[in-house]
């Protein structure tokens, strides 16, 4: 869990406090299976004093192992989001329930950095924009081994045709 104190901000009507540390994967409560990061997370920003709430802008930061979707391969690539959160002081009126909350001077980030790093995370990962997968004939990586395989006919109906035309 990452908490900011922010006793000597409230004190401030402008009041900030800079954010630029390293955490463990752990102390966002991201667990391998989730996301598999290599080395620490990088959080960057500020939380500010905004009158009623507290404001949280941040960059959340790091390297996350991937798996190409098209040809497997795995690689590491550098993820990254932004947040921007309010905090209400415990209490408040008028919130709602799903609003990030806090109690006396002590503001718990984590939340919304975790859940901003898990969703910057690609459903289909790919190793570069242009991968060219793997055969579906041949099985072989055609970034690394270009094969002349017909692929033209996926659809085995249609390989079924083609056959019967053929004599
Ligand atoms: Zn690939
Ligand atoms: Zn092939």
Known sequence: MIK???AEIKRHLTGKK????DVEPS???IAETELPVEGAIHISGEISNVGDVLLLKARVGAAVNRVCSRCLKEFTAESSADVLEKFYPS???GVENDAYVYEADIVDITEPLRESLLLAEPLRALCKEDCLGICPVCGADRNVHPCS???ST???RLAALKQFIKY
Do not use: A, K
């Open 4 to 6: 900011v104190n922010v």
């Open 18 to 21: 800079l954010l630029q540390f």
């Open 27 to 29: 102390e966002l409560d």
């Open 91 to 93: 209490g408040s009126q």
């Open 149 to 151: 395989c017909d692929t």
């Open 154 to 156: 996926i659809d085995p």
